[in-house]
């Protein structure tokens, strides 16, 4: 066993980050760079997990985050990459990044378990959330123990995160406070105000929120109202991703295919735009949405943002959130001209547009990674981990945990099931493309269902 739990000190750290959608690809390659005390020096290892969420060529291209190199696997292959026996000291990781839904990330942690049963030399595991945490907070962060690092993106959230592990007695020093890795005010010192007006309207959509035809049809109906009863703004509908892809949620009904079915189509000067959320909003004066975690973005660079209350504030829509920040609004309001004005206490409390908010070395403010990074250095210089210590086991959970092990794969110990590690590398090359062409034909027929199938069979059954 080394002296320390990083092998000789190496310069840059080696990080590997594991991610199921292009959202928490980016979320987690972007917070891997600021964990780093020197980010152009990561050596970063992107691992994408196999499922109906994969991102594609053209999504990854969109978020515009490179990794050194870039590996699609399952869970059990991972697992195996991490133990890989022909691997040197100096060649591990010295940081693994779980950008993973909730019993993805347990998964993991058992099979980390399983690789290193006693305390010693091993990867430090780090996980949280892409944005907005309105849904499934006892479930999402229990099956988050045991990571050694949980970030929280604000104060708010990492108060909840404490008191949601104490209240079932679990070890709560883990959570640490951080911030959206992406919440960068690129146009901080050059944004000027929009007066009374706005020229550029953004209604960013979510993939899921909210899922019935009639209410997405609704809100892109307005969008196209707004644009038509001020035509001298643009109104830009940003889309997240194309049809027959999806993104960290199921989208059923893209809005591409409702705007073609839209009665007397989109106005001249409304639009559905793709693109990188930063850039887009670099030439935003309004921001729109129903929950989207572009507005947390939106609002750090200093932009109005309207958060919609037209289908209700309901916590299936995840606009509860913004209770207090004084951006809940209706398009009958913006339609009338209202420029929402954020509360500051609110956006203080969420991390957002304050100076502990911004980058490293903003005038008057801290870096919202600090307390991670001395968190992480204390961990990599240590004599070694401890084993790695989930609240759900046999134990605590029996009826629960064995049924999310086996999703992926893995036994109730943690270790692969038989079969279950098979790398990429196995067989011929033909033999390989065949089983990438197979996965990804099923991934088609898969969305195919989602998209075209299941709507007309819902329909049907509300005849």
């Known amino acids: 066993m080394p002296a320390s739990n990083r092998a000789a000190h ?89 950008a993973l839904v909730g019993g993805a990330v347990q998964a993991v942690l058992h099979g980390a378990r399983a690789l290193w049963p006693e305390p010693g030399a091993r990867p430090v595991f780090v996980t949280g959330y892409v944005g907005v945490v309105y849904e499934k907070l006892a479930d999402g962060l229990l099956l988050r123990h045991g990571a ?61 929120v909210p899922d019935a035809r009639a209410d997405r049809t609704y ?87 309207a958060v919609l209350t037209d289908l209700g504030v309901r916590e299936t829509l995840g606009n509860h959130h913004f209770l207090g920040s004084g951006c809940l609004a209706s398009w009958t309001q913006l339609d009338a001209g209202l420029l929402p004005e954020p509360d500051p206490d609110w956006l203080a409390a969420q991390g957002v547009g304050s100076p502990a908010a911004g980058p490293a070395g903003a005038p008057g403010g801290q870096d919202p990674y600090a307390a991670a990074r001395a968190r992480l250095t204390e961990l990599l210089d240590g004599a070694g981990l401890p084993a790695v210590a989930p609240y759900y086991t046999r134990d605590t959970a029996p009826g629960y945990l064995p049924g999310i092990l086996a999703r992926h794969h893995l036994g109730p110990d943690g270790h692969p099931l038989p079969g279950a590690a098979r790398t990429g590398a196995e067989g011929s090359r033909l033999r ?17 269902g989602v998209q075209r199938v299941a709507p007309v069979i819902r329909r049907l059954g509300e005849l």
């Not at 705007?259 to 909003?281: D, H, I, K, T, W």
């Not at 089983?435 to 990804?440: D, I, V």
Request: with cysteine; net charge neutral; aromatic share 6%.
């Open 219 to 305: 809100l892109l109906r307005r969008a196209a109202e707004h644009a038509r009863l001020h035509p001298g703004r643009e109104v830009l509908i940003k889309l997240r991703s194309r049809p027959g892809e999806h993104t960290t949620h199921l989208e059923e009904l893209p809005y591409q295919r409702l705007a073609e079915q839209l009665p007397g189509g989109l106005p001249s000067n409304c639009r559905l735009v793709y693109g990188n959320m930063g850039e887009v909003l670099d030439t935003t004066d309004l921001l729109v949405t129903v929950s989207s975690t572009a507005a947390l973005e939106s609002l750090h660079r200093g932009i109005p943002t």
């Open 148 to 208: 050694d690092l949980v970030l929280a993106n604000s104060r708010h959230d990492a108060e909840r995160f404490r008191a949601v592990y104490e209240g079932v007695g679990a070890e709560a020093g883990a959570v640490v406070e951080t911030a959206l890795p992406f919440l960068e005010p690129a146009h901080a010192d050059t944004y000027e105000p929009v007066g009374s007006t706005a020229h550029r309207v953004v209604f960013a959509v979510q993939p899921s």
């Open 10 to 98: 190496p310069a840059a750290l080696r990080v590997a980050v594991l991610a199921d959608s292009d959202t928490r690809w980016k979320w987690g390659a972007l917070t891997a760079r600021r964990l780093s005390p020197e980010p152009d020096s990561v050596h970063l290892t992107g691992y994408l997990l196999r499922g109906r969420a994969t991102p594609t060529a053209r999504q990854l291209g969109e978020v515009g985050v490179r990794a050194d190199r870039l590996t699609e696997v399952t869970c059990a292959e991972f697992l195996a990459a991490l133990s890989a026996p022909d691997r040197e000291p100096r060649d591990a990781y010295d940081i693994v990044v779980l």
């Open 432 to 448: 390989r493309r065949l089983r990438a062409h197979l996965r990804e034909a099923a991934r088609g027929a898969y969305r195919h």
